[in-house]
Every structure is written in C-alpha cells, then in structure tokens.
C-alpha cells in the first residue's frame, strides 16, 4: 500500500469545500482511522476514499463550533483569514502578537 504524504499541517487554516465550514488543522492521521459506521454514514456519491490523509479540525460553522474529521480532497486553503474563536483553540495552541499559532506541547497529555 502507497503511504500518502499530508498537503496540509497542524496549524492551517482550512475550509471544507463542499460544506464550506473553516477549520484549523489540530492532527493529522495518514489514512482514514475513524469508526467503520462513520464512514459509512456518508453518502456514497461523495464518501471519501479511505486512502488519504485525514485531518481533525477544529471547525466552525458560523456561531457554531465543532471538532470536525475530514478527508484531505475535501479541503482547500482558507484564504479570507477571517476571526476564527473555537472555545478550545488556546487548548491547542498559543496566540503569537502577530496572530500565528504555536502549537503547544501535548505530549504530556
């Protein structure tokens, strides 16, 4: 089996394209490693291969926020920059004065 490489890091910004929420990139597996049922909830005409990397997002969706799962074809770069407040961002990451994210050392955890 073909290891695929990840297109994007921890830390991107993101946007579905087909569902157009935004997301910033918390981890990253190399293939689909999520629940068989999960998978299978989504409609086939769009199911993702499992093949690929697979990203969790902390995701938003207008007011609402989420941690989302996604498959990388499904993502694009998300150029608007706009404020992004997910209540578990600073669990994550530390805000630079410039605005840029430093992941914070989980490894304890």
């Known amino acids: 089996m073909k290891m695929e490489s990840a ?11 087909l569902f157009k929420f935004s997301g910033i990139i918390i981890d990253v597996d ?4 999520n629940d068989e049922q999960w998978w ?19 995701a938003m969706n207008g007011d609402e926020s989420y941690k989302a799962y996604v498959s990388e074809q499904n993502l694009l770069i998300d150029h608007n920059h706009m404020p992004f ?7 994550y990451f530390e805000i630079t004065n410039d605005g840029d994210l430093v992941l914070i050392d989980q490894s304890y955890n």
């Open 7 to 17: 297109k994007f890091g921890i830390g991107e910004r993101v946007v579905h394209r």
């Open 30 to 33: 190399p293939e689909f490693n």
């Open 40 to 58: 299978l909830s989504i409609p086939a005409e769009i199911r993702p291969k499992k093949q690929q990397p697979f990203y969790h997002l902390l």
């Open 85 to 91: 407040e997910h209540p578990d961002l600073e669990d």
